[in-house]
């Protein structure tokens, strides 16, 4: 039986859509993603939906709250997690937030980053795949599968 764990994942855009804002895994050395830079998200709580999983997730992580956000697609990555914990991940990509997002969360630093540069930043190899889904201008959402091993993308398939 595949139990996979549920989370999200949200890329927030900059008001003139440039930039996007990154947390930098880098406040413990013991994280699975520590010094690497992703998205905003995390593990669904089980009384929420996944809407309201990605706005606590935002709001608790970076201090601001989402007005405007679209699902742009969900990834299945069986064997991801530290002990080989299926994720089912949503990807939301947000638009139009409230606030200032802070500088920093227990998890590590947030920045904004050029969108045309990300790709040259530590990230896991995965990212690499469906980055560009997240921020390109098809409106339909991707839906995909990327198994992992030892912390490593076997492959990668998705449609639209």
Not at 39 to 50: A, F, I, N, T
Not at 65 to 85: A, Y
Not at 117 to 140: K, T, Y
Request: hydrophobic share 35%.
């Amino acid at each position: 039986m595949h139990t996979p764990i549920i989370g999200t994942l949200g890329y927030v855009l900059s008001p003139d859509s440039q930039q996007v804002l990154l947390l930098h895994r880098n406040a413990c050395s013991t994280d699975q993603h520590f010094g690497k830079y992703n998205g905003l998200g995390g593990k669904m709580q089980p009384d929420e939906d996944v809407h309201t999983c990605m706005i606590r997730e935002i709001e608790e992580e970076a201090g601001i709250l989402c007005q405007e956000m679209t699902l742009r697609g969900t990834i299945n990555w069986p064997g991801f997690g530290p002990s080989g914990e299926s994720w089912l991940g949503f990807i939301f990509l947000i638009t139009f937030f409230d606030g200032t997002p802070k500088k920093c969360c227990p998890e590590g630093e947030l920045g904004w980053h050029q969108l045309a540069d990300i790709s040259r930043l530590p990230m896991w190899e995965g990212d690499r795949f469906f980055l560009p889904l997240v921020f390109d201008d098809d409106q339909r959402p991707f839906h995909g599968v990327m198994p992992y091993s030892q912390g490593r993308p076997l492959s990668w398939r998705y449609f639209r």
